[in-house]
């Protein structure tokens, strides 16, 4: 009997680590890929992902025959995001990535076209903007911009260059991607600010995290600290369950 439990315990472990390899590839991967990562035989691997696919965890391309995850994953995936605490999330990396900036951090989300603030957290005693959590953003194109642009990125068909059709918000949404994060030296209550996007499990901008402080405005300090809001960024894309670009 204890044998018997012992091998269903190693069968889901060896299942999870299938699992965990094809989060990292969303091309997908064959058999041979993840055998050798797994460092798994193949007939095992081949049992596990055939099972894993009888309940939809994992799905094959049937051209390329690689496997991928399946779109259970993200009903799993959206109970568990819809539980998370976002403030705690944001607590737990801003006080590892974020120590010791003089100004105040901002989560925002956006909700039928209007940007609610879903954190404001002052990283000192310098609280540089008036904000509180619940409020709806009335100032400030920042966040905005960093939304647009990113949203813009997912539309199935379609890429920045070709949404909007104002070819100066075409430029400046291309820019935001290229650097991964978008900079204004006035942003709300004419404050100097940098803001980056959070992505989530189904790669939609789940927030835009942004920083605000006059320090920002000195060029070698702005560099420092935007390392830092990317670092910070990605850290609460991972916790999301974001798997990267396809």
Do not use: C
Not at 8 to 19: H, R, W
């Amino acid at each position: 009997m204890a044998n018997r439990y012992e091998d269903k315990v190693a069968s889901v472990s060896k299942a999870l680590t299938i699992m965990e390899l094809l989060s990292k590839d969303p091309q997908g991967m064959g058999l041979i890929e993840i055998s050798n990562q797994a460092g798994m035989n193949k007939t095992t691997v081949y049992r596990l992902l055939t099972s894993l696919m009888e309940k939809e965890y994992v799905e094959q391309d049937e051209k390329s025959g690689k496997y991928s995850l399946g779109l259970k994953i993200l009903s799993v995936a959206s109970a568990l995001y819809e539980k998370m605490d976002i403030r705690a999330v944001v607590r737990k990396h801003a006080q590892e990535l974020l120590n010791g900036f003089p100004g105040t951090l901002l989560v925002t989300k956006e909700i039928s076209g209007e940007f609610f603030l879903a954190d404001v957290l002052p990283l000192d005693e310098r609280n540089v903007l008036s904000l509180r959590v619940g409020g709806v953003l009335k100032e400030g194109a920042l966040i905005q911009r960093t939304f647009q642009a990113n949203k813009a990125l997912w539309q199935p068909g379609r890429s920045i260059l070709s949404v909007p059709e104002d070819p100066e918000v075409r430029r400046e949404n291309k820019q935001i991607l290229i650097q991964g994060y978008a900079e204004s030296q006035a942003d709300i209550g004419e404050v100097a600010a940098v803001a980056a996007p959070v992505f989530d499990f189904s790669r939609n901008v789940a927030y835009v995290v942004s920083m605000h402080a006059s320090v920002l405005r000195e060029k070698r300090v702005q560099s420092e600290w935007i390392l830092a809001l990317l670092k910070f960024a990605n850290a609460l894309s991972n916790d999301l369950g974001y798997a990267g670009y396809v």
